[in-house]
């Protein structure tokens, strides 16, 4: 029996989660469940999974919820409030697996400490790895910590790796990876449209079901550039070695080209259950919930270049990366603070790289030497990139 820690447990991915463990109760036992401040949810999920701790990082909704849990039928369920909280839930001895599911630069810390810590580290929030780099990998090295992708892409290719491969081992026999994207909804809008898209728009992603951040990511394409990122760290390879690749069907998830030329692709339904049913089980497999693919229905699989013309986001990150040091905590903030913006009317869907490029403007890429730095340095790039929405606004 793993006991599990969800950070980020009302969000899509903690849903899916959440899922996955109602079908494998003999195996799993939920430790601690954690929000923002949807209380709602939260409360319901309590009453289904009885977790021994929950973190409401609001402290008004916590007290709430305090109220709401005395008075229901599961009153022993301790809960805390405030971001520190996160990190108490996610080092717990009884924790085995920590899910990182909090969206965007919030999620770090408690991830860190679960890293720190030794647990089993499902990676969803690829922001954290992003901001923090080499000193996350480092992390998961020295505390022996075990991080099993969850992002769909990096779990395809982590599975299409050798065998006993871990994350930030180098596969020499890998020649390439083949990085998939859907292109998102405006793969083929003409350009000129671009700008007059609107936040219903961008989150109504054609093949899967998310948060809103990570939906305009990927309608941008910020989000296969965090994910070039993330591939870069997770599987200790440069950048000129991993290929975009728009696949509009989202059959295959990414793949693995090796020395002796074959190339391995990981397939299935566009369902975050069988990454996480993955990592959960592995090095085991066992059911997700979701529907088994039926080739037959595909029909095809198309691929193609990304223009980078038409998502210039996919080309600062592989500035960014490229410049390395700070510069990937600089993209990663100016891009949470513009896509707020964009979903808050503020900006314009194409002021999104705009932002994005001025902001690095601003920045060397010196060397993200510790914590503190990384820190510092996105709290910098997000007031930079307020100041630069009040001067396109102004
Ligand atoms: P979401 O918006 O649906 O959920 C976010 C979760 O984080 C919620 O539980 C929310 O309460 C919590 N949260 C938000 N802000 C917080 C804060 N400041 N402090 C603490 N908790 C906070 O997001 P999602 O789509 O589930 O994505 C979560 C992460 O997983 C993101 O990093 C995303 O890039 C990654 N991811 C998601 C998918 C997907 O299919 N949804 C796929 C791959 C990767
Ligand atoms: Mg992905």
């Given at each position: 029996?793993?006991?599990?820690?969800?950070?980020?447990?009302?969000?899509?991915?903690?849903?899916?989660?959440?899922?996955?463990?109602?079908?494998?109760?003999?195996?799993?036992?939920?430790?601690?469940?954690?929000?923002?401040?949807?209380?709602?949810?939260l409360?319901?999920?309590?009453?289904?999974?009885?977790?021994?701790?929950?973190v409401?990082?609001?402290?008004?909704?916590?007290?709430?919820?305090?109220?709401?849990?005395?008075?229901?039928?599961?009153?022993?369920?301790?809960?805390?409030?405030?971001?520190?909280?996160?990190?108490q839930?996610?080092?717990?001895?009884?924790?085995?697996?920590?899910?990182?599911?909090?969206?965007?630069?919030?999620g770090?810390?408690?991830?860190?400490?679960?890293?720190?810590?030794?647990?089993?580290?499902?990676?969803?929030?690829?922001?954290?790895?992003?901001m923090?780099?080499?000193?996350?990998?480092?992390?998961?090295?020295?505390?022996?910590?075990?991080?099993?992708?969850i992002?769909?892409?990096?779990?395809?290719?982590?599975?299409?790796?050798?065998?006993?491969?871990?994350?930030?081992?180098?596969?020499?026999?890998?020649?390439?990876?083949?990085?998939t994207?859907?292109?998102?909804?405006?793969?083929?809008?003409?350009?000129?449209?671009?700008?007059?898209?609107?936040p219903?728009?961008?989150?109504?992603?054609?093949?899967?079901?998310?948060?809103?951040?990570i939906?305009?990511?990927s309608?941008?394409?910020?989000?296969?550039?965090?994910?070039?990122?993330?591939?870069?760290?997770?599987?200790?390879?440069?950048?000129?070695?991993?290929?975009?690749?728009?696949?509009?069907?989202?059959?295959?998830?990414?793949?693995?080209?090796?020395?002796?030329g074959?190339?391995?692709?990981?397939?299935?339904?566009?369902?975050?259950?069988i990454?996480?049913?993955?990592?959960?089980?592995?090095?085991d497999?066992?059911a997700?919930?979701?529907?088994?693919?039926?080739?037959f229905?595909?029909?095809?699989?198309?691929?193609?270049?990304?223009?980078?013309r038409?998502?210039?986001?996919?080309?600062?990150?592989?500035e960014?990366?490229?410049?390395?040091g700070?510069?990937?905590?600089?993209?990663?903030?100016?891009?949470?603070?513009?896509?707020?913006?964009?979903?808050?009317?503020?900006?314009?869907?194409?002021?999104?790289?705009?932002?994005?490029?001025?902001?690095l403007?601003?920045?060397?890429?010196?060397?993200a030497d510790?914590?503190?730095?990384?820190?510092?340095?996105?709290?910098?790039?997000r007031?930079?990139?307020?100041?630069?929405?009040q001067?396109?606004?102004?």
């Amino acid at each position: 029996m793993k006991g599990i820690c969800i950070l980020g447990a009302t969000g899509s991915i903690g849903v899916s989660t959440l899922d996955v463990v109602a079908r494998h109760p003999e195996l799993y036992n939920v430790v601690a469940l954690t929000a923002n401040t949807n209380i709602e949810d939260l409360f319901q999920q309590c009453l289904v999974h009885h977790p021994e701790f929950v973190v409401v990082v609001d402290t008004d909704k916590a007290l709430q919820m305090q109220e709401q849990i005395s008075s229901s039928p599961v009153p022993d369920i301790k809960v805390l409030s405030g971001s520190d909280a996160l990190e108490q839930v996610a080092i717990l001895d009884n924790v085995d697996s920590v899910m990182a599911a909090i969206v965007g630069a919030a999620g770090l810390l408690p991830t860190l400490a679960a890293a720190k810590a030794g647990k089993n580290v499902l990676l969803a929030n690829k922001e954290a790895l992003v901001m923090s780099g080499a000193i996350f990998m480092q992390v998961i090295a020295e505390s022996g910590a075990q991080l099993l992708p969850i992002d769909s892409e990096h779990n395809a290719i982590f599975q299409c790796m050798p065998h006993g491969y871990q994350s930030g081992m180098r596969a020499s026999t890998a020649r390439r990876i083949l990085l998939t994207a859907s292109g998102g909804p405006f793969r083929e809008m003409p350009l000129e449209q671009l700008q007059h898209v609107t936040p219903a728009q961008a989150v109504a992603h054609p093949n899967w079901d998310m948060g809103k951040k990570i939906s305009v990511d990927s309608a941008t394409m910020m989000n296969k550039g965090l994910e070039l990122i993330e591939a870069c760290l997770l599987f200790n390879m440069p950048s000129e070695k991993i290929q975009v690749v728009i696949h509009p069907q989202s059959v295959i998830h990414s793949m693995v080209d090796y020395v002796d030329g074959t190339v391995l692709a990981q397939m299935g339904n566009p369902d975050m259950r069988i990454p996480i049913a993955h990592a959960m089980a592995w090095p085991d497999r066992f059911a997700s919930g979701a529907e088994p693919l039926n080739i037959f229905d595909v029909q095809r699989l198309d691929f193609a270049t990304p223009d980078l013309r038409r998502f210039p986001c996919l080309r600062l990150a592989y500035e960014a990366i490229d410049a390395g040091g700070i510069m990937p905590a600089v993209l990663n903030a100016a891009n949470e603070i513009a896509v707020a913006a964009f979903l808050d009317g503020q900006i314009r869907f194409t002021g999104i790289p705009q932002v994005i490029e001025r902001c690095l403007e601003n920045f060397s890429a010196d060397e993200a030497d510790s914590l503190q730095t990384i820190l510092r340095v996105d709290q910098q790039a997000r007031d930079i990139s307020n100041q630069i929405i009040q001067e396109i606004n102004g």
